[in-house]
């Protein structure tokens, strides 16, 4: 690091990982700053700049013990930042480097109490309640999917889906028989939450897999489809619908499908507007023709549940153009987790409980590879194009290209 990059990065201005600040701030003041930035994606502090981009340079003594002191004593989880300190003419800037925090929430503390800060565009402010959620998610600490559902018991499941669950797929023998030993099974499996003095509530988890209507008690737990006559969003759709219903299909005692869950609703759609009817070779019979690989459109829809962030209060998006599809995760890559990593079968599972009850479906691969397998060996074997990959702090996007 030398002093062209000083003045590269203060030609840049403040940005979401770059912050500038005086020498002469106090204590809680850099330690918000650290804070923020860790609970973001890491970025530097210019100790001895102006906001305005003027250095006035480094003046206390023992600036680096200071530093190291604020990120002991008051961040916590303490942490150890990378100090340099560069030479700018006759004065010099010090540089506080530090990483994405792994261990999510990082508060500062005042006193008796702690404030969780984050990084919006050159600012840090104190998080939402829904904020520290998310960060409670990606630290580990939370998981989103067993929090209940306000409004809903257990009449609010479908019966006829657990039995098949727990009986054909899990091999329970034998099945509960009355409603509280329904109940109680389905606490201990965290898709029900116990609640003392009140009725048990079901989870996002156990609403989504099993409930009759999930999108009634849940606005999130939809799924919208979209059909744009060309290539870009129009208000002029040719289709356009909110799909609801529970991401399990029904089986029969023999294994046969009788009921479709969300994602053969999704299908339906797909092979209305995406696939077209030709003759066989021998002319004999009838065959469908898929515009997609039908294997990757499942497996992105099924990663577009599994892996999203529940904290967020938008749908699933499925949208259908003239020369691809779009499928629209809600939230961000989990932790660490970038794109490259997510197609080498990289798994840092954001919703344990939905995506082992989808293992058992067999919705979802064990070894975690269906990105690779899947979506994008399926399109190439297809038609021979490349899967696109599209992750930010919003969502995670798919697109699947039509020729």
């Known amino acids: ?3 062209e990059n000083i003045l590269r990065w203060i030609r840049n201005s403040e940005n979401s990982g770059m912050e500038f600040k005086r020498d002469d701030i106090r204590s809680e003041q850099l330690a918000k700053e650290i804070v923020a930035l860790l609970n973001f994606k890491g970025g530097k502090i210019l100790l001895g700049v102006e906001d305005d981009g003027s250095i006035s340079g480094i003046t206390r003594p023992s600036p680096e013990e200071w530093v190291m002191n604020v990120c002991s004593d008051i961040v916590h989880p303490r942490i150890i930042p990378y100090y340099e300190e560069i030479q700018m003419g006759d004065r010099r800037v010090a540089v506080i480097s530090v990483d994405m925090g792994i261990s999510k929430p990082y508060v500062m503390r005042h006193g008796k109490g702690e404030n969780i800060y984050i990084r919006v565009g050159s600012t840090s402010r104190l998080a939402t309640r829904e904020e ?7 630290g580990g600490f939370l998981h989103v999917e067993i929090l209940p559902v306000p409004g809903t018991c257990f009449a609010n499941l479908d019966l006829r889906r657990l039995s098949d669950y727990f009986g054909r ?14 109940t109680q099974l389905l606490i201990n499996m965290e898709y029900m939450s116990a609640h003392e003095g009140s009725d048990s509530l079901c989870t996002i988890a156990g609403l989504l897999l099993f409930g009759r209507r999930p999108g009634r008690f849940l606005r999130q737990a939809g799924l919208e489809w979209i059909v744009f006559p060309g290539t870009e969003k129009d208000y002029d759709t040719r289709d356009r619908a909110g799909l609801d219903g529970p991401l399990a299909a029904l089986w029969d005692e023999n294994g046969e499908q009788i009921e479709d869950g969300l994602l053969d609703l999704l299908m339906n759609k797909v092979r209305q507007h995406a696939s077209q009817e030709k003759l066989s070779e021998n002319q004999l019979t009838r065959v469908v023709q898929w515009d997609f690989a039908p294997e990757a459109i499942r497996e992105a829809v099924v990663n577009a549940f599994a892996h999203r962030d529940w904290t967020r209060p938008a749908d699933v998006e499925v949208s259908l153009y003239s020369d691809r599809m779009e499928i629209i995760s809600p939230g961000p890559l989990p932790n660490h987790v970038t794109v490259e990593r997510m197609k080498q079968g990289l798994r840092i599972p954001r919703n344990p409980i939905l995506i082992q009850t989808l293992k058992d479906y067999g919705y979802v691969e064990y070894m975690g590879m269906g990105v690779r397998n899947k979506i994008i060996a399926g399109m190439k074997k297809h038609n021979g194009t490349e899967p696109e990959f599209v992750a930010d702090e919003f969502q995670v996007l798919v697109r699947l290209l039509k020729e």
Do not use: A, S
């Open 132 to 138: 520290q959620m998310r960060l409670f998610q990606e």
């Open 1 to 3: 690091m030398n002093h």
């Open 169 to 182: 797929v899990r091999r329970l023998i034998p099945l509960p028989n009355t409603d509280e030993d329904w």
